[in-house]
């Protein structure tokens, strides 16, 4: 069975997708798409040799092998130019998953939609977006063995969309939303950062300019969580 996460990150998949899945380990994500959808076909990548092979045999266990492709090689490299419509990068780091956008930009020109889940680090995530003409038209949080997942659905062509720094942080829809993730995430969050700014405080030559983004941060939480925007 697809864990909650995937099955949020399929939600965003319209019907009849081409689509590409990087980093793709097992292939669960297509299989579950491509079983529920005759009519989606995708090309899950992946860097490592391991994972590559799970990922073949998973499709042919489930005997998918006309509907999906899989392929070895890094990032977004894998794809010839218009063989998908959406792209997506789940399970990662966001700089890595922003490395891998970037690297990869030029093979972009028809993925309409990328959708993306950053383990952390979401920031980096969104601001290649905005950089790169993608606007987030969605974005959704889904808890999983303790640990907040942020799912991020851009889309290209909306027009230009220019985010603040808050909404970097936040999430520019979750900040609309505010989700019970959302309060429990960002509780969460204001205690971790009130510890690190202590521990930087203490420490025998504090960075001054990263304890000020730090405490900067820390207001905008407490700000967002009561009830500002
Ligand atoms: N996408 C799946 C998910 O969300 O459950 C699997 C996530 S798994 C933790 C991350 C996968 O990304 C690993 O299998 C790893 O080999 C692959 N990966 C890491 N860097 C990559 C890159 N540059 N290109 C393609 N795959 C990469």
């Given amino acids: 069975k697809l864990s909650r996460r995937l099955q949020k990150v399929a939600s965003f998949i319209m019907e009849g997708s081409r689509f590409a899945d990087i980093g793709s380990d097992h292939a669960y994500l297509p299989c579950y798409v491509c079983q529920n959808d005759r009519h989606a076909y995708a090309i899950a990548g992946e860097v490592n040799e391991g994972p590559f092979q799970s990922a073949q045999k998973a499709v042919q266990t489930f005997d998918l092998q006309n509907r999906i492709e899989v392929r070895l090689g890094n990032g977004l490299q894998i794809l010839d130019d218009g063989e998908v419509n959406l792209a997506v990068i789940a399970g990662m780091g966001g700089s890595l998953i922003k490395t891998i956008l970037d690297e ?126």
């Fill in 104 to 229: 990869g930009k030029s093979r972009l020109g028809s993925v309409q939609r990328i959708i993306a889940q950053p383990n952390v680090d979401e920031r980096s995530v969104r601001s290649w977006f905005s950089a790169y003409g993608y606007s987030i038209s969605n974005e959704t949080m889904v808890e999983e063995s303790g640990h907040i997942y942020e799912i991020i659905v851009a889309d290209k062509n909306d027009g230009p969309q220019s985010l603040t720094d808050r909404q970097l942080l936040f999430g520019p829809s979750l900040l609309n939303q505010k989700s019970n993730l959302f309060y429990v995430k960002w509780n969460h969050e204001y205690k971790k950062r009130q510890r690190v700014i202590e521990q930087m405080k203490r420490a025998a030559t504090p960075d001054y300019d990263k304890l000020d983004v730090f405490k900067k941060e820390l207001i905008w939480i407490e700000e967002v969580l009561h009830d500002g925007s």
